[in-house]
């Protein structure tokens, strides 16, 4: 029998228990910039951008996978932020490549939409809208050195956001 | 192997070092308790996941039969192992088709506990850890001590030294940023010429044939997006029925963990990118013979954010080294003696039995409850050590008897000093609390 059939096999229907459904009550007063704080972001206007980054490259299809390792700053547009937790969700289709937002140094996302909170954005992506997508909540971070925290572990080191209203 | 206790007093030798421990990871516990209090419906969330963990043990292979065909219509292939050994082999066959003498890997305490890298490596493969806290435990020859802080039994002297040995940083540099940005170079490397990664899993969605995993660092997807071959390891519990479930999932998991809002990516592997091969391997590995029985199955429940440990004063105080699993803390405890009964015989007596445990886990696990049945089992089985045993039954023997209990107590009470004594462990760094002149009921009857 393949492991599968045994493993199936194995498992009895236990006494039924209904899913509880949707989830009901949850906070909707969140400040978006405050969460960017938190999560180590920064918000730049459009114009601030322009001084910060005048060289940075944005997402265009002739950028292509491995090459983006030697991008310094990428720009590329995401579709919504959380507002109680400051991330972002991003699409396969929105990047050059899957690993675009990981490899460059520095990452810039424009964003035009906020929502409050994780169901509403679940509510957004009720059928996945990409064959990859994800949350992505400030630079890359770790702690794994005595609990200090190190901006930069692997992904980008820096992640600015322009809020389009 | 040493037991729990014998590993702890190790440990616990080096009491400045363990103060330190002690009160780092209470300093998680209060952020998670921070970031839990400021919203209004936590324990209502806690609740609600704990509902939707049942219903889907409750259905467990009807789930997880929905995510296998939605997986597969994906593009993805999925695999079933019984067992660690059919798993480690699964995972070999993938990684020789393509030729690969070097691969990375994420943070996945399911391939410690299948004890993947040794199987690997035993076949020419060498694996390269690439969550900064499980590489510098790797160099050391060491396993993680804690499932979301690998290596938090190390201080930046530890690390630094480390790193001279394996990296070449210069001796004496202890700085965790520049040590961490000597991992991050180090490890581009690997990332950029590695053809397969391998993964955990948080979540495996059944509904959408999807999978999610969360980093703070961008280890998993640097590994997954540049490798020609993904494989994802997971065990059968980590499904859950709806893509919208994972809303909740995701607030609990990180504010739990480390009191973060979330996870800095929480990445949804849904189909593989254009050209590449995406696997994903369903374990079991005795989980459905904890599912089989009602005391235990709860325990499957567990999303492994590790508030558990972060909170249990034995852990702090005793290191994850001492549960001699992969998994420590109060949910190894309750998940190891499943897998060897024998072998961890000693871990549901590494407790207080407090119940902090239960109080924190966002799935609402019974944990101390657990432990405790655990206890019982592992003393009727006879795999109890054999002064517990012993202690048990003369206990059990006194307490039955009221008038060996009465001339026992006197006599105990006469001769307290002989408790002082290293045969009694509850003497080890203990003062024995000296004994009343007359027992309760001969106080009573002269009233």
């Known amino acids: 029998m393949s492991a599968r059939d045994q493993i199936l096999r194995k498992i009895e229907p236990l006494e039924p228990v209904n899913h509880p459904g949707d989830f009901k009550g949850a906070s909707i007063d969140f400040d978006f910039r405050a969460s960017l704080e938190v999560v180590g972001a920064r918000i730049m206007t459009k114009e601030e951008l322009e001084i910060v980054f005048p060289g940075r490259r944005r997402y265009d299809k002739t950028l292509d996978g491995l090459s983006l390792a030697e991008v310094e700053v990428l720009e590329i547009d995401g579709e919504f932020v959380v507002a109680e937790n400051g991330a972002i969700w991003l699409t396969e289709e929105a990047m050059p490549h899957r690993v675009a937002p990981f490899i460059c140094q520095h990452l810039v996302i424009n964003v035009k939409k906020i929502v409050p909170n994780m169901h509403a954005a679940y509510e957004e992506l009720k059928k996945p809208n990409s064959s990859f997508g994800l949350f992505l909540a400030g630079p890359s971070k770790t702690a794994d050195i005595e609990q200090s925290l190190v901006i930069g572990a692997h992904g980008a080191r820096s992640l600015t956001v322009v809020i389009h209203p | ?447």
């Open chain 2, 1 to 447: 192997m040493l037991s729990h206790s014998e590993a702890s007093e190790n440990f616990i030798a080096d009491a400045e070092r363990t103060d330190w421990h002690d009160e780092t990871l209470w300093f998680v516990r209060a952020k998670r308790d921070k970031a839990s209090k400021v919203l209004p419906e936590w324990e209502a969330m806690r609740e609600h996941a704990s509902q939707i963990k049942d219903h889907t043990l409750a259905n467990l292979g009807e789930y997880l039969q929905a995510f296998e065909s939605k997986a597969i219509a994906n593009g993805i292939h999925v695999h079933w192992a019984a067992d660690a050994a059919e798993h480690n082999a699964i995972v070999h066959g993938i990684i020789a088709a393509q030729g690969s003498k070097t691969i990375v890997k994420s943070k996945s305490m399911l391939t410690e506990e299948c004890h993947l890298n040794d199987y690997l490596a035993s076949k020419g493969i060498e694996v390269v850890d690439t969550d900064l806290g499980e590489r510098i435990v790797q160099f050391r020859n060491e396993a993680p001590s804690h499932i979301v802080l690998p290596a938090i039994h190390l201080k930046k002297e530890d690390v630094g030294e480390t790193f001279h040995q394996h990296l070449g940083t210069p001796k004496g540099n202890k700085d965790p940023q520049f040590l961490t940005e000597a991992a991050r170079q180090h490890l581009r490397g690997h990332f950029l010429a590695s053809e397969v990664a391998i993964t955990g899993v948080n979540f495996a969605v059944a509904e959408t044939g999807e999978f999610v995993v969360c980093t703070n660092e961008g280890n998993a997807d640097m590994g997954a997006h540049l490798a020609k071959v993904h494989i994802a390891c997971t065990g059968i519990e980590k499904i859950i029925p709806k893509r919208a479930d994972l809303a909740v999932f995701l607030r609990l998991l990180a504010r739990s963990a480390t009191g973060q809002l979330i996870t800095t990516y929480s990445s949804h592997f849904h189909k593989p990118r254009e050209g590449q091969e995406m696997h994903i391997v369903l374990l079991d590995n005795g989980r459905t013979r904890q599912l089989a029985d009602p005391k235990y199955k709860n325990s499957l429940k567990c999303i492994r954010c590790a508030a558990c440990f972060n909170t249990c004063p034995v852990y702090r105080r005793s290191g994850g080294h001492s549960y001699h699993q992969p998994v420590a803390g109060p949910i190894g405890s309750i998940l190891a003696p499943n897998i060897d009964k024998k072998a961890n015989a000693d871990l549901p007596f590494a407790s207080t039995l407090c119940g902090s445990c239960s109080n924190v886990c966002p799935v609402k696990i019974n944990i101390h409850e657990q432990l405790w049945f655990w206890r019982q089992d592992l003393m009727e089985a006879g795999l109890a050590p054999a002064g517990k045993t012993i202690g048990m039954k003369l206990m059990a023997f006194t307490l039955a008897n009221p008038v060996i209990y009465r001339v026992g107590g006197s006599l105990l009470r006469r001769f307290s000093h002989l408790l002082n004594t290293r045969l009694n462990p509850w003497y080890k760094q203990r003062e024995m609390p000296v004994a009343p002149k007359e027992s309760f009921q001969e106080w009573y009857k002269k009233r």
